[in-house]
């Protein structure tokens, strides 16, 4: 079903006049966008998960390689194209808990939790999922929530419990600016806690986390850059569906990786630069930005004019093809000046349609967002019906190539009075951003 729709869509996209300019047509080639979409989402790079370092080595390696074919420097202070910085991690745990005098199988138990050891004989606060309940938005909730606390989660949910399990059983970077408190999560038919006995150590490790970051410097003097980003991380292994367990995250977000790539080259190909143009592929994201959050954290906020962060463009959006939304449209003039340099194109980019999806604080560009910069995520994704989203099945077979060339030939467009320094949004108010 899914395939007859992509080819009825993709066929669309073929009758549909564009006029994309020499240059976009030249350097962003639907060969090298299916090559590289296709090598980013390749089972050897097993989903690419942040916190397997070994793992990432190989997409890393891919990037860099694509870096440096097409002639970009290192950033500033850099001696390659890496940018490595070290995260605390929980590697593992040991848990022994009895409540109710009954012992609890640690395949029911999901402690959440930065302390290396702690003992509890008796519960400060219990919560409960009951049956009627949301599993998925108090998870959340309670995952945030500052107290220390015993969570009581329904049999009934058992099934969103295991999923819970296999994200946070496996190795969690340690988040020092994270006021959450202790929970041990327990599948239980129990409602009460009359007993308790738990004792937890957690085994902690250094892990070394890798940004791949190149640029482009202006062809005058000038501290302004513009970034364009995608993350390169994604979920790496799932329980499986169907004899598939690694998460491919072609859509998310190996589409956005190819974007930044295909846009280096096509402005490594552009005399009219008069700003530096930063491209990385962030790690990280899907586990809390904390690629984004350090690359932040060594730049001057005040010198980055503008940020495209790429997420979800492998798939045509719900206006059909050449379309795409830009989150955060009101927080600054960054999105009209991208229609302004569309006018006239095939193309057509839109406020984000999905306000209640939160999805500008949901990509890296939030981070940058913080500090001022108008940043803001472009994406194609049909998020609210989207099926593959997080899944085995996000991979290149999925995604419409034909119709994501187009859309980074028209984030090129879109860009271009930014890169020639013809245009500078506005910045966006801080006090607006949570
Ligand atoms: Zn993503």
Redesign the pocket.
């Known amino acids: 079903m899914r395939r007859s729709i992509l080819l009825v869509l993709a066929a669309l996209a073929l009758l549909t006049p564009t006029h994309p300019t020499f240059a976009q047509k030249k350097f962003i080639t639907r060969e090298n966008v299916s090559r590289i979409l296709k090598a980013l989402s390749a089972d050897d790079k097993m989903g690419r998960p942040s916190m397997e370092p070994a793992v990432m080595e190989k997409s890393i390696v891919f990037i860099e390689g694509e870096f440096k074919r097409i002639g970009l420097a290192p950033l500033d202070g850099l001696k390659s194209f890496r940018q490595e910085f070290t995260q605390d991690a929980i590697a593992g745990s040991t848990i022994a808990i009895t409540a109710n005098n009954k012992m609890i199988e640690k395949s029911d138990v999901i402690v959440y939790s930065s302390k290396d050891n702690f003992r509890w004989n008796s519960a400060a606060n219990v919560y409960r999922i009951k049956k009627s309940d949301n599993p998925a938005q108090l998870f959340r909730r309670y995952s945030q929530d500052t107290t220390d606390a015993i969570v009581l989660i329904d049999t009934t949910h058992a099934k969103a419990f295991k999923a819970f399990q296999s994200r946070f059983a496996k190795k969690r970077i340690l988040n020092a600016s994270s006021k959450s408190g202790t929970k041990v999560f327990v599948l239980s038919t129990d409602t009460l806690i009359a007993a308790l006995d738990v004792a937890v150590s957690q085994r902690k490790e250094k892990l070394v986390l890798t940004n791949v970051v190149g640029q482009l410097k202006a062809n005058v003097a000038t501290n302004e850059s513009v970034i364009f980003s995608?993350?390169y991380d994604?979920l790496g292994i799932l329980p499986p569906t169907e004899g598939d367990s690694i998460a491919n995250?072609a859509?998310?977000?190996a589409s956005?990786v190819t974007a930044v790539i295909m846009l280096a080259e096509h402005f490594k190909k552009q005399k009219e630069r008069r700003r530096n143009l930063i491209f990385v592929a962030f790690t990280a994201?899907?586990i809390g930005g904390f690629g984004a959050r350090y690359f932040s954290s060594n730049l001057n906020p005040n010198d980055m004019v503008a940020m495209f962060n790429i997420?979800?463009i492998g798939k045509v959006s719900k206006w059909g093809p050449n379309a795409a939304f830009i989150t955060g449209f009101e927080r600054s003039d960054f999105g009209t000046i991208l229609q302004q340099n569309l006018q006239g194109s095939a193309f057509t980019f839109h406020p984000d349609p999905y306000i209640a999806q939160n999805l500008f604080y949901?990509?890296d560009n939030a981070t940058l967002a913080r500090l001022g910069v108008p940043a803001h995520t472009i994406s194609t994704d049909q998020i609210d019906t989207d099926k593959l989203y997080h899944t085995v099945n996000d991979e290149f077979e999925s995604i419409d190539i034909s119709n994501m060339t187009e859309i980074i030939r028209a984030i090129a467009q879109s860009a271009s009075t930014i890169v020639n320094g013809n245009a500078k949004p506005t910045r966006i108010d801080t006090s607006k951003v949570d």
Request: charged share 50%; hydrophobic share 5%; no cysteine.
């Open positions: 995608g993350h994604h995250g859509d998310d977000d956005g994201e899907e997420e979800m949901r990509s």
